[in-house]
């Protein structure tokens, strides 16, 4: 199992701040995901990066993936209370497992 | 269509006894995974299917789990003689396989939440 490490694991931030979530693991991987969770529903799928260095914005939300595809970051510019949830990055190994970090817990005040 | 759906939503059960779990994929996916969420921790993976066969399973699980996917479409997820471990959320996810073994996005149920007294 590759593992994924993700962090901070707990944030608490105010409205309009930014900031960086890191999910980072010593394996090599063809294709990371990132995915929100809120409290009583499964994760929803925000992207997935692919390509060495790759760089996808959606909105607020900028997600990277690193040169050698060993790690991937999530910046959030202007937090809204909207973006309260549990951010998951998820990768595949070499077998059909989509395996799932622990996560980072975000919650934005108003 | 609307989505994976999965039943129970909720089960408490006592320690020692069995309990199975439905999911219901999106139709067109052939793809269906097994996960298991407990508070404040992301899914951790139990169990994979593509179309009615189990391709993989973890190694964590024990042998008190199976899960089936008898026709391809709907799958189940048994637990024997449960146990207060077992208590979790066990989420159930469908997706569509694409060419190149690609990961593809993942559509979750709601989620059957367990608890074990």
């Known amino acids: 199992t590759q593992l994924l490490e993700q962090s901070p694991q707990f944030l608490s931030i105010q409205e309009g701040e930014n900031l960086t979530v890191y999910c980072n693991s010593s394996s090599v991987f063809s294709s990371l995901q990132w995915y929100r969770q809120e409290p009583g529903e499964g994760p929803v799928l925000l992207v997935t990066v692919v390509t060495g260095g790759e760089v996808k914005k959606l909105k607020r939300l900028t997600f990277q993936f690193g040169d050698a595809r060993k790690d991937s970051s999530l910046h959030i510019t202007a937090a809204q209370p909207g973006d309260t949830g549990l951010y998951l990055c998820a990768g595949r190994g070499s077998g059909y497992a989509l395996n799932f970090g622990k996560g980072t817990s975000l919650l934005v005040t108003p | 269509d609307t989505g994976v759906s999965q039943d129970p939503r909720h089960k408490i ?75 979790a959320m066990y989420l159930c996810a469908s997706s569509l396989g694409s060419a190149g073994g690609s990961i593809g996005e993942l559509f979750f149920g709601e989620g059957s939440r367990l608890t074990v007294l």
């Not at chain 2, 993976?45 to 042998?63: G, M, P, V, W």
């Not at chain 2, 008190?64 to 391809?72: H, I, L, N, Q, V």
């Open chain 2, 13 to 87: 059960t006592k320690r020692g006894q069995n309990v199975t779990f439905r999911c219901d994929p999106i139709s067109e996916h052939n793809r269906l995974y097994w996960y298991r969420q407990t508070l404040g921790q992301g899914p951790e993976f139990l169990t994979y299917f593509q179309n009615e066969a189990q391709l993989e399973k973890s190694r964590l699980l024990s042998d008190r789990f199976s899960a089936e996917r008898p026709k391809g479409s709907f799958s189940t997820l048994e637990i024997q003689r449960t146990e207060q471990g077992d208590s």
